[in-house]
Nanobody, 120 residues
Framework: QVQLVESGGGLTQTGGSLGLSCTAS????????MGWYRQAPGKQRELVAA???????NYSESAKGRFTIPRDNYKHTLYLQMNSLKPEVTAVYYC??????????????WGQGTQVTVFY
């Protein structure tokens, strides 16, 4: 079993930046690909970005060029750096991990979510 604990998020104005982090409890045998999803009120959860254990990344179209998703395999920690934020990215952001090493849609384990709000 893997537990994911998110931190970061909060409030910022349009054009601002926020960073999220997610620390996983587990081993290199259980923590493969990881990613960030978000869910806005009344909408389905959607993938924001994902990274394989080897470091290959996959970004949604809205995240490309503005978000980065580095990971530290030694610390079992995933990050999401979000720049040039717009109000439409306001949502609860969820960290996810997967036992598969190379999937671009990790979804075995989930964090509890952290709120990101961008105001005008």
């Amino acid at each position: 079993q893997v537990q994911l604990v998110e931190s970061g998020g909060g409030l910022t104005q349009t054009g601002g930046s926020l960073g999220l982090s997610c620390t996983a409890s587990g081993t290199r045998f259980t923590i493969g690909a990881m990613g960030w999803y978000r869910q806005a009120p009344g909408k389905q959860r959607e993938l924001v970005a994902a990274i394989t254990r080897g470091g290959s990344t996959n970004y949604s179209e809205s995240a490309k060029g503005r978000f980065t998703i580095p990971r530290d395999n030694y610390k079992h920690t995933l990050y999401l750096q979000m720049n040039s934020l717009k109000p439409e990215v306001t949502a609860v952001y969820y960290c996810a991990s997967d036992r598969r090493l190379t999937t671009i849609t990790p979804n075995d384990y989930w964090g509890q979510g952290t709120q990101v709000t961008v105001f005008y």
